[in-house]
């Protein structure tokens, strides 16, 4: 709505409103006060509701049509004025509102009315509204049939006063049934509505009737001149159809609620959280209960929504609207045509559930990248062992056997030697010497890149033959007999011997105790000493003991107080 | 693997031999055959756990010299297998590695010993020999 057409709207509703005001002062016995205030509050606030409307839906006829229903409530008021020409007026017009408040209901909440059935219906009440009031003028003289003090019916043709009632007492029968079917067309509409178009239509199911009450006893006690009071029947009585400006207001403000409540459904969805719960979070925040997240088939075949059901982003169904997620179309989600009229609010949804979506979607993929880390840092670790057991095995099978058959030669040389030159046979001893020296060295090579002992008899038999080789005095509290997948075999194997090692380098420890057990689902590995403390996790050597621990999947934690001994620990899972 | 499905070599085999030596390391079988039989022993050689039980049964061996590692079963199991038949030798398991890198597994094989092989001699089997009941 442009500015000058908000402007002359609210011009014109200030100055009805003030012409209300004013009018009460002509002279003559003054209205009730209660009349001025509900004529006024009733006609503002479909003019309110009208240019809030407009402000909220520009493309939809909603707001026009309160503002017409405001006007129609106004415009009779003009009769207020005692002088012909207003009066009559104020008579033709005196029920054009409830046929707009007809047509307001049935185009609820679109401003459209669904069928040319019902345009008929809608164009039948503003017909009879208009037709009957101008009919029942003709014969009518206020002067003369209950309103001495009235200005003169310029439609006069007879004043008649059994004419004017008999026709009175017609249009009853006519009038209500205009009523039930309007109210019928209603209970359809909320009847065939689903999610997000039903939940709008509750509230206007009960305004209608208590609408459509208020001007079936108007009418009938009206026509049939009935004696009620009149200061309830149109003093108080139509404050009800404030109800309708304030539904509207209340859903305008359900709507922003509900733009900060898809903020916060989001938000409040716990990370990984699985689709269904996006979904339902995003469908209670936004009052649809038929709402659909589907996702697209790893095989791009179809859609399926979160309860497996088969969604065909082509033919979404009846009254139902898709909405794709992102641009890779991988997920859509299929909401209540109603919705529409929320533009902002389906899309700010569909612009956080991607969010959400990609948020899973990157937070899966870290996790796949995390697990793939893993699996190769493992295998790294795995190749690194199986190597480090071929280069023992090549030392063994090669140059240690080598330099044994060596040795034996010198061995048998020097036998036949004995005797003859003392100097070849002092020879042979240094070389014999050397060549025993280096398969000494070449042990402790082999033994340091892998111990055989470690693939040979396991575990138990490794660490015992580390603990029998310590220069600490070191004791084995517990130690499982048999044996594990080589991995942890080898990681538990080396904590060990690099724990021990540094006892021996480092701790100036009096005693050292290594205790391995296998509790549920890992195997406990500890080292622990009575030397000087102060081990630095960062130093090098422990730094790549936890890297190897992790690499199994395990954790290493040292506890080392200055002074007080260190202890190392190792959790390895294993099944 | 059942000793009968191998094939066997015998063309070695001294009827009269009083230590098997069983390795699969030609070098090394050599080189003790030479040892040995300048030390005054008889001897047959194996180069595999089957051709060792096998040889075993048919040669009668006083000493069985036996490599731990050999390409088909380990050397514990040779001499598991050797006990059990009856007369069983007097069995020296041998290695280029030491004995402590075998853990108590050395201990819980029903063998006299163990020898480094650098310290293969004459005089350490025949102690092995004066050490054992038979």
Redesign the interface.
Known sequence: MSRRLRAILIAGAVAMVAYEIVVSYVPGPPPELIFVITNAAVGLSFLVAGIAAWQRWPASRLGLLFTIVGYAWLLPQVGQLRYALPFTISNITANIYAASLAHLALAWPSGRLRSRFERGVVVAVYTWNTGQSIVSLLFWNPRTNGCAGCPANLLLVSGSNSIEHIFDVISVPVGLTISAIVLTLIVRHWRSARGWSRRVMVPLVWISFAVVALSVVQTVTGNLNLHVSNLVLYGIAPLILLAGPALFVASTLRARMARGAVGSAIVDLEPGAPPERLRDALARALGDSTMQLAFRLPDGSGYLDTSGRAVDPARPGQGRVVMPLGESGEAVLVHDQGLEHEPQLVRLTASAAGMALEHARLQAEVQAQLEQVQASRTRIVEAGDAERRRLERDL??GA??????L???L??AR?RAAGADPELESLIDSATKE??EA?VEL?EL??GIH???LT??GL???I??LV??SPVATTITALPAGRFPAQIEATAYFVVSEALANVAKHAAAGSAQVTIRQLTGQLMVQVSDDGAGGAKPEGSGLRGLADRVASAGGVLRIDSPPGSGTRLEADIPCT | MPAACRDVRLDFVNPSAEILVVDD?D??RA??R??LE?AGFTVAEAATGAEATEAARTVRPRLVLLD??LPDF?GFEVARRLAAQPDSPVIVLTS???A??????IAASPVAGFLP??Q??GAALLEFLARSPA
Do not use: C, N, W
């Open positions: 063994h099978d240690q056997q080598r330099l044994v058959t040795t034996l030669a061995g048998m036998s060549a025993r398969l042990r082999a033994r111990p055989a002992v040979e008899t138990a038999g490794a015992q033959a029998e080789r | 390391h070098g090394f080189f003790a030479i040892m300048a731990i590692q380990d280029t590695r030491e402590s890198d075998y853990g108590g597994r092989k650098d293969l001699s």
